[in-house]
């Protein structure tokens, strides 16, 4: 299943729609990566709310993006990640080192336009 | 085989004597406790009323050799009196003392036939020593279990998630942390993260001593979760030994951030959510 991407402003946001194989991961990493200097994107959001489940392939997949994003000049931020999903992934050493996070999408375009403030 | 119906009946004419002297012997028993200042928890009358009923379980078991009743009466009897403050040299020391009493009583009976007070001797003792171990050892598991039941009292005081401000929590943790009250912490705060869309959350650890390296680890894994929820979290008030442990565990400090005390912590909350807290006027 393809992951829809939106575009709002300066802003990608890609929702996730359920749990991802494999290969619709590295789908959407390709698509977000091309886009986002095809329309000139300053910043990604990946809202991962609707995963129950995150495995190492998928956290590894989603830090991929972001720092794929930044060499290409956008900022990413993962929104979403339930509780128990966080917990999990910590224990399991995946912690999404130099990612940022957010609580929601809301929460995620604020901080995308704080930093979009602070480096005008 | 023969020795095992020899000592039987031996057993028998103990507790024949036993009977017999009830009541001369459990008055001297009682007399024996209060002279030793044992169960002082408990007034002169209760004490005799349960001084009957241990000595007749006490013949009941020597008679029967089954420990069974005994082991009830045990376990009911400490239910009545651990809430009381009853100690466990308290009730070995009146058992063993019932011991010493029914033994001189039979030193005095058989004085004039060292070899019959032998035997009966070699038939008491062992049954004794078995009633004695029956009763302390109902006794320390009857204040094990009373002991877990506080245990679980206490966890169930869970630790509250409150909020100071608008997307600032503080979570106080006072005692000790095992392994399955951090869990149940960390629950409480990552679902207290997402209710109240906090941003900041202060962790105060003044009031736990020490944690162990498992406890110390969990804590830096609920630090780096609620960092996903995009939270940041500060620890505050860590004891020189759980800094010790920290070190020693090899916690990445980057990822940490601590301040000394809870206004501290507060303080810089405050700073990363971007109020600023000053005085309006000199205190009145």
Do not use: C
Not at chain 2, 163 to 172: F, K
Not at chain 2, 258 to 276: F, N, S
């Amino acid at each position: 299943m393809e992951v829809p991407i939106l575009k709002q402003g300066a802003v990608l946001i890609a929702t996730f729609q359920a749990a991802l194989s494999d290969a619709d991961l590295n789908q959407l990493r390709s698509a977000l990566v091309q886009q986002v200097v095809r329309f000139r994107s300053r910043g990604v959001i990946v809202d991962v709310t609707a995963m129950d489940v995150m495995d190492s392939f998928a956290s590894r997949t989603l830090r991929e993006i972001a720092h794929m994003i930044r060499l290409r000049g956008a900022e990413t931020v993962i929104v979403g990640i339930q509780p128990e999903v966080a917990f999990a992934m910590v224990q399991l050493g995946l912690t999404l080192e130099g990612v940022a996070t957010a609580l929601d999408l809301e929460e995620g375009l604020a901080y995308l336009n704080q930093k979009f403030k602070t480096t005008k | 085989m023969a020795k095992r119906d020899e000592s039987s009946e031996l057993l028998r004419e103990l507790v024949a004597h036993l009977r017999q002297n009830r009541t001369q012997l459990r008055e001297e028993w009682v007399g024996r406790i209060s002279e030793t200042r044992l169960l002082t928890a408990m007034t002169k009358e209760e004490i005799f009323a349960e001084a009957t009923s241990v000595y007749d379980s006490y013949v009941e078991a020597l008679e029967t050799e089954t420990f069974e009743a005994l082991q009830a009466y045990a376990r009911n009897l400490s239910e009545r009196i651990i809430p009381r403050g009853v100690e466990t040299h308290e009730v070995v020391g009146i058992v063993l003392l019932l011991r010493d009493v029914l033994a001189r009583s039979l030193f005095a009976k058989y004085q004039t036939d060292f070899k019959k007070l032998n035997r009966i001797l070699d038939a008491y003792e062992p049954a004794a020593n078995r009633i004695a171990n029956t009763v302390a050892v109902g006794f320390v598991q009857e204040r094990e279990r009373v002991i877990r039941q506080q245990q679980e009292a206490i966890r169930e005081l869970s630790t509250p998630v409150l909020q100071v401000r608008e997307r600032l929590l503080i979570l106080p943790i006072i005692g000790v942390i095992d392994p399955q009250r951090a869990r149940q912490l960390t629950e409480q705060l990552l679902r207290g993260i997402r209710t109240n869309r906090a941003k900041v959350v202060v962790i105060d650890i003044t009031g736990v001593a020490a944690m162990d390296v498992t406890v110390a680890n969990h804590l830096v894994q609920t630090v780096e979760a609620s960092r996903l929820l995009g939270a940041t979290v500060i620890v505050t008030g860590l004891s020189p030994e759980i800094a010790q442990t920290l070190v020693t565990i090899g916690v990445d400090l980057g990822k940490m951030n601590t301040v000394g005390d809870l206004q501290g912590g507060i303080e810089q909350a405050e700073r990363l959510l971007g109020y600023k807290v000053m005085a309006l006027a000199e205190p009145s």
